[in-house]
């Protein structure tokens, strides 16, 4: 099997002001040089998500493909394949109307966790012939755009984050979703809460982000979900402006990667009638650090 050389350069084509390029010239199904590797996560840390277009990959090599971004892991609450449990199948069936779609709010995944995934690889292998889009955005954007009376203020504050879409104490609304999807609910567990940081700061660059949602973050630590609840709208609101987002149109055989420490995504329920199946895997992540903790950690400190 060949390999691309080390020494050719990467086609990178940015989609978008914010975030968001198509990557060319890659082949997901084969192994990649170190060179190239290096290039796509470079890619990545500038653009957020990478879309790569026209790719042919079994299960056993998006798996492969994937581990270009990290050590693969596996979410919970969301059953993987039988023969695949590091992939989920993100289904919805032509005949489910008037349901939700999975990932279907803005949110960054599973940020109740102690260690989020770092990375989201989705590959669309059959999509609408209309509709069913995915949008994404730039958190570091939506941070830098703030007040620097804002970002002062976001800076020492911890949000809370929980599963409770998932738990008992809380459900949905409206919790239907297609039944193809292995979705386990009603764990109290999924209910408990973890803090995180609201501003994020990657620990290689210093660089800082917004890191609240409106799926996952409850409220403020130390405040009460009532008294969270205007400060955090604002944030979503602010965060989700189109100046700060793009938008991806599937077609079969698009694999998108994002950062999913550092952007925001959601999918766009528009396609009833029509089957949509994706398939997505998840890398190990860290432990999400603030401004107080990216100082104490850094070179000098003390």
Known sequence: MSRARSTE????RPVGGALGAE???????R?????????IRAALDRHLVIFLRDQSVSLGQLKAFSTCFGELTRVPYVGGLADH?????????????????????WHTDFSFLEHPPAASILFAEQVPAVGGDTLWANMYAAYEALSPGMQQTLAGL???????VYGAARP???????QSIRIS????????????????????????ALYVNPVYTTRFEDMTQHESRGLLGFLYAHCTRAEFTCRLQWAPGTIAVWDNRYSLHM?????????????????????????AEASASSPGHG
């Not at 990557?23 to 199904?29: K, M």
């Not at 990649?32 to 290096?38: R, T, Y």
């Not at 009833?272 to 860290?286: A, I, K, N, P, Q």
């Open 23 to 29: 990557i060319g010239g890659i082949d997901a199904s």
């Open 185 to 208: 609910r009603n764990n109290p567990e999924a209910d408990v809460e973890r803090a995180h940081p609201v501003v994020r700061v990657n620990p290689r660059t210093g660089r800082r």
């Open 172 to 178: 949905p609304a409206n919790s239907a979703t297609s």
């Open 9 to 12: 350069c990467v086609d990178v």
């Open 85 to 105: 449990p590091q992939i989920i199948a993100v289904l919805k069936e032509a005949d489910e109307h008037n349901i939700s779609t999975f990932g279907g709010t």
């Open 267 to 291: 999918a766009v329920n528009d396609y009833d009638g029509y089957r949509r199946l994706m398939y997505r895997t998840s890398t190990v992540g860290e432990t999400p650090i603030g401004p």
């Open 31 to 39: 192994a990649m040089a170190p060179g190239i590797a290096d290039q």
């Open 158 to 164: 911890n949000a809370m984050h929980s599963g409770h």
